[in-house]
């Protein structure tokens, strides 16, 4: 079935390191993917999504290119903040269908 | 324009209690998805609900987990004689049309079910 996997963490940075966390996916078929964010005590929101081969999703400072060759989605950010520490989950959905399948998270925590 | 609220945040129950989760989606969305998250573990799909009908409940446990989303009022998860493989972070959704390719979910803050 489909499935995403993910960087396993946690990944500790300093501020203003260079952040990748890595994504692939297995699918039938071309899903779009996405990367949600969970800050403390909040729930997941979406950081930004692609739909097809070679878009790039941006938010934030984040970027993730969408790589079919590679069937890969991974989030980078060219200098963090204490304030971007959260859990980040990749996940991937077809259009029409009802469901989102994520990838297990990736805590990460940004020291000053 | 409120998020979707969930309640209670916080849940404790004893093996063989109900359990009983609550989820309000935004204003205006009719589609109301549930997840639950294992410890250590990514979000998994349990049920998809529109107001009166249950459309997708592949993921949801073949016994004791039922799933309601009445014309008024809010969505229930409802778990009965639980367990203590229950525990667990129950995580609600909704959105203003189906289909997730293309639509953005909007996520609650969630439940975090203990049984004890």
């Known amino acids: 079935g489909d499935s995403v996997t993910q960087m396993e963490g946690p990944v500790t940075l300093s501020e203003e390191a260079f952040l990748t966390i890595n994504c692939t996916y297995t699918a039938t078929g071309y899903p779009s993917l996405f990367w949600y964010v969970q800050y403390p005590g909040e729930g997941l929101q979406l950081l930004l999504k692609a739909t097809k081969a070679d878009d790039k999703g941006s938010n934030k400072g984040f970027e993730a290119t969408y790589r079919k060759e590679t069937t890969s989605f991974h989030l980078e950010k060219g200098s963090v903040q204490v304030s971007d520490s959260a859990v980040y989950f990749c996940a991937l959905s077809f259009q029409g269908a009802q469901k989102l399948v994520f990838g297990q998270g990736t805590r990460l925590t940004i020291n000053p | 324009n409120a998020g979707v609220m969930q309640n209670p945040r916080h849940l404790v129950r004893r093996r063989g209690q109900e359990a009983r989760l609550r989820c309000s989606p935004m204003k205006g969305h009719s589609h109301v998805y549930w997840y639950r998250q294992l410890p250590e573990e990514g979000l998994k799909f349990m049920v998809y609900?529109?107001?009166?009908?249950?459309?997708?409940e592949s993921g949801m446990p073949k016994e004791r987990f039922s799933a309601e989303f009445p014309k008024e009022g809010p969505s229930i998860l409802r778990i009965q004689q639980v367990v203590r493989g229950d525990s667990a972070a129950y995580f609600c959704a909704s959105s203003p049309t189906g289909g997730l390719g293309n639509t953005e979910a909007f996520f609650g803050q969630g439940t975090r079910l203990t049984v004890v």
């Open positions: 609900l529109q107001k009166e009908n249950i459309i997708d």
